[in-house]
């Protein structure tokens, strides 16, 4: 089996992002797409080559094979220098892999939740001329919308009708047999065949899988509804924004600090001295502003140790890790209180000044991810099981606008 990543849309509905990057090459939670696709074929047994289609952006794609390809099987760049369409660019690559492997064909613009199993699954699939992967029920970003019916013995379904854009009110569809292509399918070689016929047939300028071969290929296609995690087409801005909004809240889940918050109310509301607050970077901006909540919402005496000044003076004339540390030693007492914020929660200069609140009986807050250094030196952990630096300084936010609020409420 072989496999083809078909790559090589404009992407018009994407502009004015495709105008420096294709699409393949936008990433998701940091990823591109391409490598997504990529990474879990070459780790596939099943397939022996790896064929990418490039249209526009050539060189940025093949500057990003080369840094993905790890070498496991070929990967191989099929350059499109006029667009002919889905199924025109299949029809090429199979004369050019072989026509009597089966392709195992995804589209590029298609993110997959779990790639791996889902391609896995599909190379497994007893297949007459193909087999598409699909879900159930719509959602409202899915397009490829195919009604189907159950195969006798309960070996999948087969296809009915086939709509490639989103469903027409006036279309004549049973929307509780309706599901989504998902933009992955397995050909068999003798699909070879159907495509040549398709697209003898009107030789169009643009000979496209869904418009033109799906169609005629209705009743022998089988159809595989499958739950293992989703998928989603990146067709617009919108549904870029939309996955990576469900990606992001996904990742809040099971991200609740509220134990250890009620501890930091309590321990601040004992406080008789100053609040004092440190941090590095983006952390460094959630001390600021939760100081000024603390101060101007909650009537706290707070201070954020942010003086640039300050801090460079003691980082070039004694050392960058005993920054916060000697800047403390000056005037913080044992009635006030250190919060520190830290995403990795190993920050020298960050613990250094803990451990010498700790050491001379002050209060210590630290606000970092589960289980980091500063979550076990600090008196009072607020810890979050996350890793992503950018959602953890989110979560610092919410949280602390959170603690505002208690002691907002409870302000003298």
Same mark, same amino acid.
């Given at each position: 089996?072989?496999?083809?990543?078909?790559?090589? &849309?404009?992407?018009?509905?994407?502009?004015?992002?495709?105008?420096?990057?294709?699409?393949?090459?936008?990433?998701?939670?940091?990823? /591109?797409?391409?490598?997504?696709?990529?990474?879990?074929?070459?780790?596939?047994?099943?397939?022996?080559?790896?064929?990418?289609?490039?249209?526009?952006?050539?060189?940025?794609?093949?500057? &990003?094979?080369?840094?993905?390809?790890?070498?496991?099987?070929?990967?191989?760049?099929?350059?499109?220098?006029?667009?002919?369409?889905?199924?025109?660019?299949?029809?090429?690559?199979?004369?050019?892999?072989?026509?009597?492997?089966?392709?195992?064909?995804? $589209?590029?613009?298609?993110?997959?939740?779990?790639?791996?199993?889902?391609?896995?699954?599909?190379?497994?699939?007893?297949?007459?001329?193909?087999?598409?992967?699909?879900?159930?029920?719509?959602?409202?970003?899915?397009?490829?919308?195919?009604?189907?019916?159950?195969?006798?013995?309960?070996?999948?379904?087969?296809?009915?009708?086939?709509?490639?854009?989103?469903?027409?009110?006036?279309?004549?569809?049973?929307?509780?047999?309706?599901?989504?292509?998902?933009?992955?399918?397995?050909?068999?070689?003798?699909?070879?065949?159907?495509?040549?016929?398709? $697209?003898?047939?009107?030789?169009?300028?643009?000979?496209?899988?869904?418009?033109?071969?799906?169609?005629?290929?209705?009743?022998?296609?089988?159809?595989?509804?499958?739950?293992?995690?989703?998928?989603?087409?990146?067709?617009?801005?919108?549904?870029?924004?939309?996955?990576?909004?469900?990606?992001?809240?996904?990742?809040?889940?099971?991200?609740?600090?509220?134990?250890?918050?009620?501890?930091?109310?309590?321990?601040?509301?004992?406080?008789?001295?100053?609040?004092?607050?440190?941090?590095?970077?983006? /952390?460094?901006?959630?001390?600021?502003?939760?100081?000024?909540?603390?101060?101007?919402?909650?009537?706290?005496?707070?201070?954020?140790?942010?003086?640039?000044?300050?801090?460079?003076?003691?980082?070039?004339?004694?050392?960058?890790?005993?920054?916060?540390?000697?800047?403390?030693?000056?005037?913080?007492?044992?009635?006030?209180?250190?919060?520190?914020?830290?995403?990795?929660? /190993?920050?020298?200069?960050?613990?250094?000044?803990?451990? $010498?609140?700790?050491?001379?009986?002050?209060?210590?807050?630290?606000?970092?991810?589960?289980?980091?250094?500063?979550?076990?030196?600090?008196?009072?952990?607020?810890?979050?099981?996350?890793?992503?630096?950018?959602?953890?300084?989110?979560?610092? /936010?919410?949280?602390?606008?959170?603690?505002?609020?208690?002691?907002?409420?409870?302000?003298?």
């Amino acid at each position: 089996m072989n496999a083809l990543i078909l790559d090589g &849309a404009t992407g018009k509905r994407m502009k004015p992002i495709t105008n420096w990057i294709p699409k393949d090459l936008m990433r998701i939670d940091g990823i /591109s797409l391409l490598q997504r696709h990529l990474d879990p074929l070459q780790k596939m047994n099943e397939v022996k080559t790896i064929l990418v289609t490039i249209h526009q952006h050539e060189e940025k794609v093949l500057k &990003a094979i080369k840094s993905i390809d790890k070498q496991n099987k070929p990967i191989i760049s099929y350059i499109e220098t006029k667009l002919q369409g889905t199924a025109k660019a299949t029809l090429d690559v199979w004369k050019l892999l072989g026509k009597n492997e089966p392709l195992l064909v995804i $589209y590029g613009d298609v993110f997959f939740d779990n790639p791996l199993r889902l391609f896995k699954s599909m190379a497994t699939q007893k297949t007459s001329e193909a087999s598409l992967l699909g879900y159930g029920p719509l959602k409202k970003y899915h397009s490829g919308i195919m009604q189907i019916s159950p195969l006798f013995g309960g070996s999948g379904y087969v296809v009915e009708k086939f709509i490639e854009g989103l469903p027409n009110p006036n279309l004549k569809l049973d929307l509780g047999r309706a599901v989504s292509h998902a933009g992955l399918l397995i050909l068999d070689p003798s699909a070879y065949k159907l495509l040549e016929i398709a $697209y003898n047939k009107n030789k169009p300028n643009k000979f496209h899988l869904g418009e033109h071969f799906f169609p005629i290929a209705i009743e022998k296609i089988r159809f595989y509804v499958h739950n293992i995690g989703s998928h989603q087409d990146l067709g617009t801005i919108d549904q870029y924004c939309d996955l990576q909004e469900r990606i992001y809240n996904k990742k809040l889940k099971g991200t609740d600090a509220s134990k250890n918050l009620k501890e930091a109310f309590k321990a601040l509301l004992e406080v008789q001295g100053t609040i004092y607050l440190i941090g590095n970077g983006g /952390s460094l901006l959630v001390a600021q502003h939760t100081a000024l909540d603390f101060v101007k919402a909650a009537n706290r005496r707070a201070i954020c140790l942010s003086d640039p000044a300050v801090i460079t003076a003691y980082a070039n004339d004694i050392t960058f890790q005993g920054t916060y540390k000697n800047c403390l030693k000056n005037f913080i007492q044992k009635e006030d209180v250190l919060i520190a914020f830290s995403a990795s929660g /190993s920050s020298h200069n960050i613990l250094e000044a803990v451990e $010498y609140c700790n050491n001379t009986e002050i209060n210590t807050i630290g606000v970092t991810s589960k289980s980091s250094p500063l979550a076990k030196i600090s008196k009072i952990a607020i810890e979050f099981e996350q890793s992503d630096p950018k959602i953890l300084e989110d979560l610092f /936010s919410i949280t602390m606008h959170k603690l505002t609020r208690l002691l907002e409420d409870v302000k003298p």
